[in-house]
């Protein structure tokens, strides 16, 4: 599936600033990373100079200015191009609104989708990153970036020295998922109580993760777009980010982990600054607007009731029962509580061992379908269905401690 991954994609499915590259100067570079950008203000390009200026490899940040098509005014936007040329120079090279700017060992190709071209606003974030990322894959290719992953991170991030450190290791992994933590912004008046709620967000972020862990859950790991690596082959074979205004780094990790394991490096940590954000209509800024909201009207953030990660772990564990299911093509026999056989329903189980009855022809096989079936959007589809189904949610400290108490036999 893998073989010629790259090609195939730039041929059929890549954006069409791939093919602008074709005078490209012949430079190399041994590490890229993706940043979006929307209404940032030019300082994290200096935070990643004095970051990596002074390492012995040559890096590339393809910095993607974007604004959406219903958006009449990004003010920062044009600040921040005119940012990189004045960091990084007048560009070396330029072919429409693409432009390459370098200075010592880092360089900055620069998209600009916000002056003349914008983004459709249904496609948001994720046209952006998928636009970085086709570009970064098409440099891979013509062999002008020699490490096969591909970063994806924010303007909002602090990326470590070690950053890359990973890029020369063998990994069969699709996808690398870095630590991270919620800084305080001081020159934010707001801040104290923006960072109290991005703190509480970072917490729930982490109790799920830990949940699904718990659970045997083969998704049990983080969704930010901002603390990834993807392998090039990987994410061309899955066809890149998706389109969508928000969440796009949810499903491609989700088609990933279809591909190959999304492993997680705890030693590579990045620093995310703690801010309410509306650049997209969900995901850590708005949440963190809404734990505001509660806070100051004294209410209490809650957060998925522990006992369905119970449930889940007893779901996950009835495979082998629902593989002897499957090739019987019996009727489903009831699970093991009431719960398990209304999920069941709710999420069409059925449907699932039909299928399996006529295309697994073996425990793996029948294994491996259950969990491209079962992947991690059909898990949140679980979680919510108990969620208004007798598991209503319960507060955060309440939970985490709960979890931590959980039975592990």
């Known amino acids: 599936m893998l073989d010629n991954a790259i090609d195939r994609y730039l041929r059929n499915y890549a954006e069409p600033e791939t093919e602008l590259l074709t005078n490209f100067p012949l430079l190399r570079w041994q590490h890229c990373v993706v940043i979006p950008a929307l209404d940032e203000a030019p300082a994290f390009l200096q935070t990643f100079f004095a970051t990596f200026h002074h390492q012995p490899d040559n890096y590339m940040m393809v910095l993607v200015v974007n604004r959406s098509s219903d958006r009449t005014h990004s003010p920062n936007n044009a600040n921040l191009i005119a940012g990189v040329e004045t960091i990084f120079n007048q560009p070396l090279w330029r072919h429409q609104h693409l432009s390459l700017h370098c200075t010592d060992n880092i360089s900055v190709l620069l998209v600009d989708r916000s002056s003349r071209l914008t983004i459709p606003s249904k496609q948001g974030v994720g046209l952006a990153r998928k636009i970085g990322c086709d570009i970064a894959c098409a440099l891979i290719e013509k062999a002008n970036i020699s490490s096969a992953w591909v970063y994806s991170s924010d303007a909002d991030a602090r990326l470590p020295e070690n950053y890359f450190c990973h890029s020369n290791k063998q990994s069969q992994s699709s996808a690398r998922v870095f630590e991270f933590t919620h800084q305080a912004d001081i020159s934010n008046e707001s801040e104290p109580s923006c960072h109290h709620a991005t703190s509480l967000y970072e917490a729930h972020l982490r109790y799920f993760r830990d949940g699904l862990d718990y659970a045997g859950s083969p998704y049990a790991f983080f969704t930010l777009g901002s603390t990834l690596a993807v392998s090039a082959q990987h994410y061309c074979a899955a066809r890149g980010f998706p389109k969508r205004p928000a969440g796009e780094d949810f499903y491609l990790l989700n088609k990933l982990a279809k591909l190959g394991d999304i492993s997680f490096c705890p030693e590579v940590r990045l620093q995310i600054q703690s801010r309410e954000s509306r650049r997209v209509p969900f995901g850590t800024g708005p949440a963190v607007e809404r734990i505001s909201n509660m806070l100051t009207n004294d209410h209490t953030y809650c957060t998925y009731n522990p006992k369905i990660f119970i449930l889940l772990r007893r779901w996950l564990r009835s495979r082998e029962t629902l593989w002897e299911t499957s090739q ?13 056989n209304a999920v069941a329903k709710a999420i069409k189980l059925n449907k699932f061992l039909n299928h399996a009855h006529h295309h697994a022809r073996s425990r793996e096989q029948f294994h491996k379908q259950f969990q491209q079936w ?7 589809k679980f979680i919510h269905f108990f969620q208004t189904n007798g598991f209503p949610p319960v507060p955060l400290d309440k939970a985490i401690r709960e979890l931590k108490q959980l039975p592990h036999d």
């Open 328 to 340: 019987k093509a019996s009727a489903l026999p009831p699970l093991d509580c009431c719960e398990l």
């Open 374 to 380: 079962f992947d991690a959007f059909l898990t949140l």
